[in-house]
């Protein structure tokens, strides 16, 4: 399969961007917008963004195919755990999905199209209608593409012509994304540009900044700093900074049988993406008094990754980050040879997956790519006690926990600064409503206009 060169991001290696060529997408794509855009109807646009997703899960799919037999090569991740994470995020995107996104951050699933108003509203004699941006510009980070490709989705929906801007080697899925909504739609893709080049070139990102509406970006809290600083001040700015996830495991659902069924789901947590995305665990913290200790339970998590990496093989990884997890293996055999308070377990001959058990109950940063702590408290404020030096930077919680302490647990969380938490099993897959770190997601891209009669 050969790609046609539709976008930037198509151009051989070879080919250099200059600033009047990113000046030039960005009015194309406006232009592109007003013609096949800014009018089509929302009910339209939720069809073709559906049908597209569906296309994605056809095992057929020559898109899907292209991506499976290149993607591993260009991203570092398995085939399986490619196929893994793009099929948990493109079943998430249905008619039925997307409508409920409108409707949780807009009110009205016409508020797009026209002044439309809630039964509330209309009580009051107001209506409203919410508008895109007419161009958005997205500075993406990391290397997990289901980020960048829901923003494009968001995008589509507030019908604002895009441009995609991806970070060195990792624009290989939303480019195919792109490709794939052409094959559905021409007419819609000519409003997308997806290129590729180092982040910090100033020239071309001050050419795509100019003529930008509103900028996203996603990365770190200081990449993020200088955007901003870049900025003129009345341009819109959202940006998506570093964030930390973790685990929690309450002693009654630590039976022998439940306790090997929570291993097996977290397995899947620490395994997604390869941990490598903001939602991915850091820290498993277990309750005291179960009827599995917190030993235990790092034992059954082990195995369990064993099994994992048979299925869903963790992929290659970069000598650095090789060597940054073997080190910190051999500081935890030494402490493990000396004390029963630590205990490791590892992949045989590789760095594919590490678990390492500590009765020390401080929060601590995992090495990524399939390296967990599991940690024994004795509450789930204890476990807050200790991971407050973070507080602030945390997005996802998983529990495990019956029904009568999940509620409070989950508004204790809340209440500690927690913005999303979910079962344990789930972290890498949110729903398409999720609101990210907080806030709406579409909600924040609009800008409303209310009519009052």
């Known amino acids: 399969m050969n790609l046609p060169n539709y976008f930037l991001a198509d151009l051989p290696p070879e080919a250099t961007l200059t600033p009047a060529l990113v000046a030039e997408a960005c009015q194309t794509l406006k232009r592109n917008r007003e013609h096949y855009l800014a009018n089509r109807s929302t009910a339209n646009l939720i069809k073709v963004l559906s049908e597209t997703a569906e296309n994605w899960l056809n095992p057929d799919y020559p898109f899907r195919q292209f991506m499976l037999a290149k993607g591993p090569e260009a991203t570092g991740f398995s085939r399986p755990v490619l196929a893994e994470g793009l099929d948990a995020f493109f079943g998430q995107v249905t008619y039925d999905n997307l409508q409920a996104l409108l409707l949780q951050d807009l009110g009205h699933l016409q508020r797009l199209d026209a002044m439309v108003g809630t039964e509330s509203e209309q009580r009051t004699r107001q209506l409203a209608v919410a508008c895109g941006p007419e161009l958005l510009a997205h500075v993406t980070g990391g290397v997990i593409p289901n980020p960048t490709m829901f923003s494009m989705i968001l995008g589509i929906l507030a019908r604002s012509a895009q441009f995609v801007k991806c970070a060195t080697g990792t624009s290989l899925v939303p480019r195919l994304f792109a490709h794939s909504l052409y094959d559905t739609d021409p007419k819609l893709a000519s409003c997308l540009e997806v290129a590729e080049w180092r982040g910090g070139t100033l020239a071309l990102e001050k050419e795509l900044f100019h003529a930008a509406d509103c900028i996203t970006a996603t990365g770190s809290d200081e990449t993020l700093a200088d955007i901003r600083s870049r900025l003129p001040h009345h341009k819109r700015f959202l940006g998506y900074g570093h964030r930390i996830s973790f685990g929690f495991v309450t002693h009654e659902v630590l039976s022998g049988f439940g306790a090997k069924k929570l291993a097996a789901r977290a397995a899947v947590d620490v395994t997604a993406w390869n941990q490598l995305g903001c ?85 601590q940063m995992s090495s990524l790519n399939r390296f967990i702590y599991v940690k024994s408290v004795s509450s789930l404020t204890e476990a807050l006690r200790h991971v407050d030096p973070v507080r602030g ?27 999303r938490v979910c079962p344990i099993g789930q972290m890498q897959n949110p729903p398409l409503t999720w609101r990210h770190d907080g806030r709406p997601s579409l909600g924040d891209i609009v800008t409303w206009t209310n009519w009052e009669m």
């Open 279 to 363: 939602l991915s665990p850091h820290v498993l913290y277990v309750e005291h008094g179960g009827g599995t200790s917190g030993v235990r339970f790092a034992e059954l998590l082990a195995e369990e990754l064993a099994k994992r990496e048979e299925a869903f093989p963790r992929g290659t990884v970069s000598a650095h980050e090789s060597a940054s997890i073997a080190s910190k293996r051999a500081f935890y055999q030494v402490r493990a040879d000396f004390s029963e308070e630590t205990r490791l377990w590892c992949s045989p001959e590789s760095t594919a997956w590490t678990v390492v058990y500590e009765a020390d109950p401080r929060f």
């Open 393 to 419: 930077k945390v997005s996802t919680v998983a529990i495990g926990a019956n029904s009568d302490r999940a509620e409070p647990m989950a508004m204790e969380l809340a209440r500690w600064g927690v913005t």
